[in-house]
């Protein structure tokens, strides 16, 4: 079966660190990988998507970029965070539809 | 762009109730979504709908797909404590490039009193 986990699950860090979160996906090949962002508990936004290894796509400008180095694994990064990176970030897998992985907390201090 | 209404914003209900939530579009759906997220926690799939019209049930819970293709309703009975969360809906369509592309609603924050 298919499993999906990111990490990890929460993170506290000042202005201007850098960031990592990764995912990985098991059990399947070549998925269709995604960032979503939630803000406030509501609100998913698409960040990013992934349909292939080194392919990524930018749905919004911001802080942050994503990177897909094997095919199962994606992971979010910044180089310099800012305090409205603040957020539950959230991977996810396309399989017959979108599944999500259990989100990491961001709190920029 | 597309955008969701889904109704009501949150929900304070007793156990035992029956819930009812929606959601519309000013867009077609290929495919309408169902998910559930507890607190701290990605969101689940709950069910999910694929042709227009379609009726679906996953035990106490109970989606259909509008003819339209444009809303859908959740229906939750005999709700028990551990339905509180927040749902979502969520149209989906498939790009060009092979990926899915979710609209998602900005939730009903079910509560529900013992």
């Known amino acids: 079966s298919q499993t999906i986990h990111q990490w990890p699950a929460t993170l506290v860090q000042p202005v201007g660190s850098p960031l990592s979160l990764e995912c990985t996906v098991e059990g399947t090949s070549n998925p269709n990988l995604y960032w979503y962002r939630q803000a406030a508990g509501r609100g998913l936004q698409l960040l990013f998507y992934?349909?292939?290894?080194?392919?990524i796509s930018s749905e919004v400008p911001q802080n942050l970029s994503a990177s897909r180095p094997q095919d199962r694994q994606f992971i979010l990064s910044s180089k310099k965070l800012l305090l409205s990176d603040s957020g539950f970030y959230l991977c996810a897998y396309s399989g017959n539809t979108i599944y999500f992985g259990e989100g990491s907390w961001l709190t920029v201090v | 762009g597309q955008q969701l209404n889904q109704s009501p914003q949150s929900m304070f209900i007793q156990e035992g109730e029956d819930v009812s939530m929606n959601c519309t579009s000013s867009?077609?759906?290929?495919?309408w979504l169902w998910y559930k997220q507890d607190p701290g926690e990605g969101p689940v799939l709950l069910i999910a709908l694929y042709k227009a019209g379609e009726l679906t049930s996953n035990g106490r819970l109970t989606a259909q797909f509008g003819i339209t293709r444009k809303d859908s309703f959740l229906n939750i009975s005999a709700s028990i404590p551990s339905d509180v969360g927040i749902y979502f809906c969520a149209g989906q369509l498939r790009s060009g490039a092979g990926s899915y592309q979710l609209t998602f609603g900005k939730g009903t924050k079910l509560s529900v009193i013992p």
């Open positions: 867009s077609i759906f290929n495919t």
């Open positions: 992934s349909v292939g290894i080194g392919q």
